[in-house]
């Protein structure tokens, strides 16, 4: 029986995927790791995408029943957090990255205590600030852009720090991303800050497969 790689976070993981069909997994990192992984072991490895836009840590706790328990991969990768530090500052006008740390931690607790033999590995969250990001968000809302900006990196330390406390492997996303900003503007990796263009997606799929090969 092929082992299952199970695809889990936000927006960035869903892709657009289709709910009903497995076989169609986004037109993201996910479907560009399968195709390789499809490809190089053949019947090896079968796929699963359950990356939902717009959840929270808190929203993927409450499907992590249906959504990673019941499902019992092999493996799974998961990045999620943007949504967090958005919500926080809409709704307490403020970061509140301890809280998303703890509530991190109470997942991969409850999942490993129910799948002890999962293999996990996490990404951390980025943002790729341009002219849309601002021009998006400044229409929609009164957040001060340049503050929760400045407080991403609190966010990404609270996934590294869930990482080390269940040895997990990790990997810190913005720094791929800065390498690829030297060699194109921002518009050309993301057209809105959050999400990212086929080439972005590339380099997720990229350090996916790194971390995946330690571990597999």
């Not at 919500?87 to 006008?93: A, V």
């Amino acid at each position: 029986m092929p082992k299952l790689i199970l695809f889990q976070g936000d927006s960035i993981t869903d892709s657009r995927r289709i709910r009903e069909e497995d076989r169609f997994t986004g037109s993201g990192y996910a479907t560009i790791v399968s195709a390789r992984l499809g490809l190089d072991f053949p019947g090896v490895y079968s796929f699963k995408n359950r990356g939902i836009g717009g959840n929270k840590i808190s929203d993927l706790y409450a499907r992590m029943g249906a959504d990673i328990l019941d499902l019992k991969p092999d493996y799974m990768s998961l990045i999620i957090g943007v949504n967090d530090l958005f919500r926080d500052y809409l709704s307490c006008g403020g970061q509140r990255s301890e809280r998303f740390e703890r509530d991190y931690t109470a997942l991969v607790d409850a999942i490993l205590c129910e799948l002890p033999d999962l293999k996990i590995f996490l990404m951390s969250p980025f943002l790729i600030p341009c002219e849309s990001f601002y021009r998006i968000h400044k229409e929609s809302t009164d957040i001060d852009l340049d503050r929760l900006i400045s407080d991403l990196p609190l966010y990404q330390k609270a996934c590294e720090n869930v990482a080390k406390r269940f040895s997990l492997p990790f990997a810190h996303l913005h720094p791929e991303i800065d390498k690829a900003l030297k060699l194109a503007p921002a518009e050309y990796w993301t057209p809105d800050g959050i999400h990212p263009t086929q080439p972005a997606h590339e380099i997720i799929a990229r350090k996916w497969l790194e971390l995946f090969n330690k571990i597999r």
